[in-house]
């Protein structure tokens, strides 16, 4: 089962360029961490980053080490995680519910929309939702054994999942876990099965794991000034600023995680009401006879309820629900895959391939985007892929449950999302997502070592890495302020305004901008310096100080 996990989430990872920003972002800190070797200090585009803690940037740069960079391997820690999280969903089932709850529950998780798409985008949210689920999983196995030597090495995964998930994301990886063991303590009343948890043994391995980067980054990155100390940076403006303020310009209205829960589901969300009254038979009234399946929906309600008060909202902060609600739905799916004539499941069903035959007929009618040529080129073949395996899928799922099968049923249901994932994954090299790929690649030939780069307006995240360089940025701060303003000394060549990149334009030598073009239109074209574009990609232009010898 993990193998075929493991396939299912590396196939096609290296076909996609890397989107921006996120996945440039990221790859780009691991790529200058295995570069410098300095493993305390991360750094984008040569400047401190301390937005987010190193464990993701860690793992990659080692492997960036040992195998190169490219596009498998930036995205592989990824689908690594992604594939132990489908691991431990299914273990934990397993030991809760049985065997075939245990398969259920995998299936739904590495089939549900939301995991399958974010295993295949280089970002910090599925390491953390693995990491949380760890040790929730943990937790609640735990509790349910007597005192010994199980109890304890489960207790003790437990606080050390919460280490890698502190190490992930910050200080969210116990903070989480805390809250909703706490809730579920309440309101079963359970605080019994609590005892033994070990907390002096489990605290000093969360300390051991979690805590020397963060001491050793503070003692490397100490400033008089407030607002440039790593400390007060990392511990008040990302956590509790970035909760409680708009300061990160990510506001939402509370119902914002709602529809991308239901929709991220997709497509087990058809049978999610059925599974929950499957799990909570007796309501709240029994619910000391559901202690386990109440523990998930207290795990799922809570992160919810959690990232809605925040004023800062990305859909991916509530991908760590994913592996409980896999849970409930694999929990029902293996009961009722036995039962005949369960008429919720054959509901469920029907309304999945009511869904799946809109699709298929709206994917026909998709608009070529204007400034997608890639895509635009290969969407004829997508859309007639992707349309007859809807429309085929929807087809199969009625005549299944006509003959009311209920394991064909759900068969058919996953086989269908599974090719419908596979097509738009194989057609990956078509969907850039604001990559720079092709400028980069016309700019790799023509780069010397002494050429200036400029990034005018905007810094694109996935160029330094395609290019294996930093690059200057021009009237352009960002996400890289904070390091910009810690070492003015060693940055105030690099980033500067429109007057000094001019000077340097000007300069003997090649320099080459990437800038957006609307802005090129209405100001670099109308100066009186030297100026070639050589490309276009994206809305941006490559522009060179000197006459072009080809062109993208």
Same mark, same amino acid.
């Given at each position: 089962?993990?193998?075929?996990?493991?396939?299912?989430?590396?196939?096609?990872?290296?076909?996609?360029?890397?989107?921006?920003?996120?996945?440039?972002?990221?790859?780009?800190?691991?790529?200058?961490?295995?570069?410098?070797?300095?493993?305390?200090? $991360?750094? %984008?585009? #040569?400047?401190?980053?301390?937005?987010?803690?190193?464990?993701?940037?860690?793992?990659?740069?080692?492997?960036?080490?040992?195998?190169?960079?490219?596009?498998?391997?930036?995205? %592989?820690?990824?689908?690594?995680?992604?594939?132990?999280?489908?691991?431990?969903?299914?273990?934990?089932?397993?030991?809760?519910?049985?065997? #075939?709850?245990?398969?259920?529950?995998?299936?739904?998780?590495?089939?549900?929309?939301?995991?399958?798409?974010?295993?295949?985008?280089?970002?910090?949210?599925?390491?953390?939702?693995?990491?949380? /689920?760890?040790?929730?999983?943990?937790?609640?196995?735990?509790?349910?054994?007597?005192?010994?030597?199980?109890?304890? &090495?489960?207790?003790?995964?437990?606080?050390?999942?919460?280490?890698?998930?502190?190490?992930?994301?910050?200080?969210? &990886?116990?903070?989480?876990?805390?809250?909703?063991?706490?809730?579920?303590?309440?309101?079963?009343?359970?605080?019994?099965?609590?005892?033994?948890?070990?907390?002096?043994?489990?605290?000093?391995?969360?300390?051991?794991?979690?805590?020397?980067?963060?001491?050793?980054?503070?003692?490397?990155?100490?400033?008089?000034?407030?607002?440039?100390?790593?400390?007060?940076?990392?511990?008040?403006?990302?956590?509790?600023?970035?909760?409680?303020?708009?300061?990160?310009?990510?506001?939402?209205?509370?119902?914002?995680?709602?529809?991308?829960?239901?929709?991220?589901?997709? $497509?087990?969300?058809?049978?999610?009401?059925?599974?929950? /009254?499957?799990?909570?038979? /007796?309501?709240?009234?029994?619910?000391?006879?559901?202690?386990?399946?109440?523990?998930?929906?207290?795990?799922?309600?809570?992160?919810?309820?959690?990232?809605?008060?925040?004023? *800062?909202?990305?859909?991916?902060?509530?991908?760590?629900?994913?592996?409980?609600?896999?849970?409930?739905?694999?929990?029902?799916?293996?009961?009722?895959?036995?039962?005949? *004539?369960?008429?919720?499941?054959?509901?469920?069903?029907?309304?999945?391939?009511?869904?799946?035959?809109?699709?298929?007929?709206?994917?026909?009618?998709?608009?070529?985007?204007?400034?997608?040529?890639?895509?635009?080129?290969?969407?004829?073949?997508?859309? #007639?892929?992707?349309?007859?395996?809807?429309?085929?899928?929807?087809?199969?799922?009625?005549?299944?449950?006509?003959?009311?099968? $209920?394991?064909?049923?759900? #068969?058919?249901?996953?086989?269908?999302?599974?090719?419908?994932?596979?097509?738009?994954?194989?057609?990956?090299?078509?969907?850039? &997502?604001?990559?720079?790929?092709?400028?980069?690649?016309?700019?790799?030939?023509?780069?010397?070592?002494?050429?200036?780069?400029?990034?005018?307006?905007?810094?694109?995240?996935?160029?330094?890495?395609?290019?294996?360089?930093?690059?200057?940025?021009?009237?352009?701060?960002?996400?890289?302020?904070?390091?910009?303003?810690?070492?003015?000394?060693?940055?105030?060549?690099?980033?500067?305004?429109?007057?000094?990149?001019?000077?340097?334009?000007?300069?003997?030598?090649?320099?080459?901008?990437?800038?957006?073009?609307?802005?090129?239109?209405?100001?670099?074209?109308?100066?009186?310096?030297?100026?070639?574009?050589?490309?276009?990609?994206?809305? %941006?232009?490559?522009?060179?100080?000197?006459?072009?010898? *080809?062109?993208?």
């Amino acid at each position: 089962m993990t193998l075929a996990a493991l396939v299912w989430f590396c196939a096609f990872i290296g076909l996609r360029p890397l989107a921006n920003p996120d996945e440039g972002r990221y790859t780009e800190i691991s790529r200058e961490m295995a570069l410098s070797g300095d493993f305390v200090t $991360p750094r %984008l585009n #040569g400047v401190k980053y301390f937005e987010k803690p190193p464990l993701l940037y860690w793992l990659s740069a080692v492997t960036f080490k040992a195998f190169g960079l490219n596009q498998f391997t930036a995205r %592989l820690w990824n689908a690594l995680f992604a594939t132990a999280g489908v691991a431990l969903t299914f273990l934990t089932a397993r030991s809760l519910y049985g065997r #075939g709850a245990g398969f259920a529950a995998a299936m739904a998780l590495a089939s549900s929309v939301l995991y399958y798409g974010l295993a295949h985008i280089v970002l910090l949210d599925m390491a953390v939702s693995v990491t949380l /689920g760890g040790a929730l999983f943990c937790f609640i196995l735990a509790v349910r054994e007597p005192r010994g030597r199980k109890r304890l &090495g489960l207790f003790l995964a437990f606080y050390a999942f919460m280490a890698l998930a502190t190490l992930t994301k910050g200080l969210i &990886g116990f903070l989480i876990p805390g809250a909703i063991i706490f809730l579920w303590l309440l309101a079963l009343n359970r605080w019994r099965s609590l005892w033994p948890f070990h907390p002096v043994a489990g605290t000093l391995l969360f300390l051991a794991i979690a805590a020397p980067w963060h001491v050793l980054a503070a003692l490397a990155n100490h400033s008089a000034t407030k607002e440039l100390d790593f400390t007060w940076f990392y511990f008040v403006h990302e956590h509790f600023l970035r909760f409680t303020t708009t300061i990160h310009d990510r506001y939402q209205p509370w119902w914002f995680f709602l529809p991308f829960f239901v929709a991220g589901l997709f $497509p087990w969300v058809f049978f999610a009401l059925q599974s929950l /009254g499957h799990s909570l038979k /007796g309501g709240w009234r029994d619910r000391g006879q559901h202690a386990e399946a109440w523990f998930f929906v207290i795990w799922v309600v809570f992160i919810i309820a959690f990232f809605s008060k925040s004023q *800062s909202k990305l859909i991916p902060y509530i991908l760590p629900v994913m592996p409980p609600a896999a849970i409930l739905i694999g929990r029902y799916l293996s009961a009722r895959s036995r039962i005949p *004539s369960d008429g919720k499941l054959r509901a469920g069903a029907r309304s999945f391939a009511v869904c799946a035959a809109g699709l298929g007929i709206a994917v026909f009618f998709l608009p070529a985007p204007a400034d997608h040529e890639s895509l635009a080129a290969h969407l004829p073949l997508l859309r #007639g892929l992707a349309g007859t395996t809807l429309l085929a899928g929807s087809l199969a799922t009625f005549l299944a449950v006509r003959k009311d099968r $209920p394991r064909r049923i759900i #068969g058919t249901v996953a086989a269908t999302t599974g090719l419908l994932y596979v097509t738009i994954a194989a057609a990956g090299s078509s969907i850039d &997502g604001g990559s720079t790929i092709k400028i980069s690649k016309l700019l790799e030939h023509r780069l010397q070592p002494g050429d200036r780069l400029f990034h005018v307006a905007l810094y694109a995240q996935d160029m330094p890495v395609y290019l294996r360089r930093e690059v200057s940025v021009v009237g352009y701060k960002g996400e890289l302020l904070f390091g910009i303003d810690a070492e003015p000394e060693k940055t105030a060549d690099r980033f500067v305004l429109k007057e000094g990149f001019l000077a340097q334009w000007t300069l003997p030598g090649n320099s080459y901008a990437v800038i957006p073009k609307w802005y090129y239109e209405h100001w670099f074209e109308k100066l009186d310096v030297p100026k070639q574009v050589l490309g276009e990609s994206n809305g %941006l232009l490559l522009i060179a100080n000197h006459s072009p010898d *080809s062109s993208l």
